[in-house]
Each structure stands twice: as structure tokens, then as C-alpha cells.
């Protein structure tokens, strides 16, 4: 069979968003169990993949973590996260934290195997699984905020996200797609093959998920078929966007609406009515109203112990004594984002918007906003939309990873959609709010990923803090009609700029920035001892 690895096209690739259609739930969603959307969310999608591809639950389990995500795993509970979903739970699972002793007790060995040296992808999960005496190596990428790339099925190249219905097989022979369609009895949207050595390994998409009968089918055909079915309660149904840039979602936004337009953007992208689109993002908005509550109750219990867990609460009773200089409105946005991502910390449900790591900024600003607005539902909603479609552009073109484009990915992507939110939220036009998007990501160009130890704690944690004051400050400026110089679609090519000059060191491999001062060192010792035990 080929060596995947040859080209390193899609293995090494830090391409980020290019080629790729994100969904405005893969802005915000999904909604999960801590600590980081990427090497927790991210890397259970990978699990589910793998449990699919072989048909259930493995036997055995090995691991292979490479670059930053091998130095970070533990601090993200990414094998527990990987483990659960190769055992049928999904991204929410308050079970996360305790799957390698569920497998253990269910006799399933887990080996874990870290390359920090290593030039793959930083996000590459490697599973080598066993099943009914069957060996696979499944290989996949978490590029951010939740969404996955798997790229490698025994050693066959692949490019699936997980909304997939139909299946891969491999074969003596490529087959066309009428033969294809013969055997399962039903059309099928398309057939590719990658032929190697006398072999040929199909990829059959289809537009509903393939019967037991029909995967038989195939079966009969072939050496080795891998069933695929779309793992989420959406999937992409249209490759061609409505609008792909910010000028271009300004021109539709400026006739009807940008909340209006982000609906019809996910509408055929995905082939959902607008309704589903306004319930799934109030869904959303409820799940992060329980993070702040969970949060600012003071009881968080974090993963690392890197922090005390009641910072948020801290800051909202000095808000509340009226003592606070920031005053009323940004001190209790900031205070309910720092509570989220201790709720984050501590292994509970959040939403990641984009990512786990900046779960907070989105929540503490529009929840406080609306507070002060008197918002309804609707509004609030308007608003996460506005804010979902900001994500989507970025994310389109642009990695939403600390690990990929240092923490500028994450803090800086979720200050502008929080930002742009805001100004939906008060009222603004679709102008201020690209605008303040714009002025939000300029200001935090160049954001580095230094996570001290591993866990997403320190610095993470109240770097959500500045991101709720950037927000805050971006969307006054935009409401006063204070003006970016750069447009916003170079505004984004600025980012793409800087995440690729941004060093290796300084995006989550822990080398650098905060992580190479003298407590950060102490801290990742006593972390490091406190795994052995764990």
C-alpha cells in the first residue's frame, strides 16, 4: 500500500481553512466537555471516526500524538477525549475524564505514544486499533473549533470531516460509478479512487447513509469496506457558498440584513430551513448561559490546579461592591468570561466559540450586553448569528488553532466575533459590524500560544478577559462609526500573514513565551508528577 506520508500534501499541511466550507455551528459548537475544542472536542470526532470505520468498538488501542499535542495531551484529557469517542460517546460526554479506566475495566489496552519532534501536523491523531483480530491505522487532524480532517485509512489517503454518508472500500480493481451503483442498487453522488500496486481504494459518497444489505454489497466486491455515516445532525449538502468573503456577505447583508444573510449562508450550505438554523443557535446561547451560571458558582474543580477556579466569582463580587474600575458592564462581562472557562477547566459543558479556549469572551459580553440592552431571544440571537458568521469567514481561509496560528486563532478570532455580536446586538449596521470585527482582530495580531504546563488554564483563562475588553472597545469604536483603514477581508489576510510567520515555538509546544519563565517551569514539573499519579 502507499506510504500516506510521501507528499506530506495533507499530513503536513498547515493550511488551515483553505478548501474548506465551515458550517456557522462549527463557529458556535460545538457544544461540549472541556477543556479545548481542538484536543478535546476535536480529537473525540476523530475516535468516533475511527469507531466507524471498523465497525464498533476496538479490541485495542494505541495512540500517537505528535509536536505540541504530544507535549499537551494530558492537560487536555486528549487520550481519555480520543478513547471515548473509539467507544461510542459523543463531545458532550461528562464521561471524558474517566474513559481510560472504563476501558481498562472493559479489558481494552490503550498505549499512548508522543514524538515532540516530529514535522506532521501538531494535530495529527494516529490510532492503530484492533477489532475481531483485524489490524487499522486511521489517522485524522483537528484544525480548530472542533472540526476534524481525516486524512489517512490504512495507508490510503482521504479526505472526510465526519458529515460523510457512504463508504470506503478497497478493491483488485478501480470500479466505475455505474458499477458502484449496481452493486448498492441506488445513485450515488460520486465515486473516486486512488490506485496503487494493483489495488484501487474507492471513496462512495452518498446523499443518505448506506443499508446493512448494500454495505454487503460491497462487501462482496472487495478486500476491505470502511462504512461512513454523517456523525452530526447537519452535514454539507452544498460545496458552493453563497457569499465567501466579507465584502461579498456586506453587499447581500446591506439588502436584507447580516443576521438575515448568515441564514441564508447555513440554508444552503446545509439544506436547513432557517427555523433549525434560529432553534440550533438558541440551543447554543441556552448551553452557554449554564456555563456562566456553573462558572460563577466558584466550585470548579480544574483539571491542571494551575489556578484557584474562583477568579470569576472573585471579580464579580468586587463588580457587585461596586468597586471595580472598569465598571458595571465590562467588569461582569469579564468576570462571567473568566467563569466559563473555569467551567471549561474543570471538565464541564460549554460551548466552544470558536474554540473551547476563548469559550468565554462570546457569553460574557453578549450575556451582560443583553442585560443592558434589555435584549430578547430573537436579538440575542441575531447577534450570535452575526457573530457565527464572522467565525465562518475566518475559519474559511484561516486555521482557528492555537497550535496552528498561536493563540491570534483563538482569543483574537473570538474577541472579533464577539465584537461584531455586540454591534449587532445594539442595533448597528452591517457595515460597523464588519467593522468592528476588523478593529477587534487588529488589535491582537500576533497573540502567541504559550499554555503553561499544558493545561488550558494559564494564561488561557484570563487571556478571555482581554479578549471582553477588546470586544467591548472595537464594537464602541464601530458603533461610533470610527472606521478599520484596512478593509476587513485584509484585515483576515493580515492574520493568515502572521500565523505563518509565527514560530513553531511559540504556537502550544510549550517552549516558549510565558512558558519559558522560571514558575512556568516549576509549574509543568509539579504538573508532570501530579500525571504519574494520575
Excluded at 462487501?219 to 447537519?234: C, E, Q, T
Excluded at 460563577?296 to 463580587?317: E, F, I, S, V, Y
Excluded at 483576515?492 to 502550544?508: C, F, H, K, S
Amino acid at each position: 500500500m502507499p506510504d500516506c506520508s510521501t507528499c506530506g500534501a495533507c499530513i503536513n499541511s498547515d493550511r488551515g481553512g483553505a478548501d474548506r466550507l465551515p458550517s456557522l455551528f462549527d463557529s458556535i459548537g460545538p457544544v461540549m466537555t472541556g477543556s479545548s475544542s481542538s484536543a478535546t472536542a476535536g480529537v473525540l470526532r476523530i475516535g468516533r471516526m475511527g469507531r466507524l470505520l471498523i465497525g464498533g468498538n476496538p479490541d485495542a488501542i494505541d495512540l500517537y500524538f505528535y509536536g505540541a499535542l504530544s507535549t499537551t495531551y494530558k492537560g487536555h484529557a486528549s487520550d481519555g477525549a480520543v478513547v471515548a469517542g473509539l467507544l461510542g460517546e459523543l463531545e458532550d460526554s461528562g464521561l471524558i475524564g474517566k474513559m481510560l479506566r472504563i476501558a481498562a475495566e472493559r479489558g481494552i489496552p490503550v498505549h499512548d505514544h508522543a514524538d515532540p519532534e516530529s514535522t506532521r501536523n501538531s494535530m495529527t491523531v494516529d490510532m492503530a486499533l484492533v477489532r475481531n483480530g483485524v489490524h487499522y491505522r486511521i489517522s485524522g487532524v483537528s484544525i480548530g473549533g472542533g472540526e476534524i480532517e481525516m486524512q489517512e485509512v490504512d495507508g490510503w489517503p482521504v479526505l472526510l470531516h465526519g458529515f460523510e454518508d457512504g463508504a470506503l472500500f478497497l478493491a483488485d480493481r478501480r470500479f466505475s460509478q455505474s458499477e458502484v451503483e449496481a452493486f448498492l442498487g441506488r445513485s450515488v453522488q460520486s465515486v473516486t479512487a486512488t490506485e496503487y500496486d494493483g489495488k484501487a481504494f474507492h471513496t462512495v459518497l452518498t446523499e443518505t447513509a448506506l443499508t446493512e444489505p448494500q454495505i454487503n454489497a460491497l462487501r462482496g466486491a472487495s478486500i476491505r469496506v470502511y462504512p461512513l455515516r454523517n456523525l452530526w445532525d447537519f452535514k454539507l449538502k452544498d460545496p458552493v457558498p453563497l457569499f465567501d468573503t466579507f465584502a461579498s456577505w456586506l453587499a447581500l447583508a446591506e439588502k436584507t440584513s447580516a443576521p438575515s444573510a448568515a441564514e441564508a449562508y447555513e440554508e444552503r450550505r446545509s439544506g436547513v430551513s432557517r427555523e433549525w438554523v434560529r432553534k440550533k443557535t438558541l440551543t447554543a446561547w441556552n448551553a452557554m448561559k449554564v456555563a456562566v451560571e456553573n462558572g460563577l458558582a466558584g466550585h470548579n474543580r480544574l483539571l491542571g490546579g494551575l489556578t484557584p477556579g474562583d477568579d470569576g466569582a472573585r471579580l464579580k463580587n468586587l463588580v457587585d461592591a461596586h468597586q471595580n474600575l472598569s465598571g458595571p458592564v465590562v467588569g461582569t462581562a469579564i468576570a462571567r468570561a473568566l467563569a466559563v472557562m473555569e467551567s471549561n477547566g474543570s471538565m464541564r459543558q460549554v460551548v466552544a466559540c470558536p474554540t473551547a479556549g476563548s469559550c468565554g469572551i462570546m457569553p460574557g459580553c453578549l450575556m451582560t450586553a443583553a442585560e443592558k440592552l434589555g435584549s430578547s431571544d430573537d436579538q440575542i440571537i441575531d447577534a450570535l448569528l452575526a457573530g457565527a458568521m464572522t467565525g465562518v469567514l475566518i475559519a474559511k481561509r484561516a486555521p482557528v488553532s492555537g497550535a496552528l496560528g498561536g493563540c491570534q486563532s483563538e482569543i483574537g478570532v473570538s474577541s472579533a466575533m464577539a465584537a461584531a455580536a455586540l454591534v449587532q446586538l445594539a442595533g448597528g449596521s452591517a457595515k460597523q459590524v464588519q467593522e468592528a470585527y476588523a478593529l477587534a482582530l487588529k488589535n491582537v495580531l500576533g497573540l502567541v500560544c504559550d499554555p503553561v504546563a499544558g493545561p488550558v488554564e494559564v494564561p488561557c483563562i484570563k487571556r478571555n478577559a482581554i479578549g471582553v475588553a477588546n470586544a467591548f472597545a472595537a464594537a464602541d469604536m464601530a458603533l461610533a462609526g470610527i472606521e478599520s483603514i484596512i478593509p476587513p477581508d485584509e484585515v483576515l489576510d493580515a492574520l493568515i500573514n502572521t500565523q505563518q510567520y509565527l514560530p513553531r515555538e511559540l504556537r502550544g509546544m510549550m517552549s516558549g513565551g510565558l512558558c519559558a519563565t522560571k514558575k512556568a517551569h516549576e509549574l509543568k514539573d509539579w504538573w508532570y508528577k501530579k500525571l504519574a499519579t494520575m
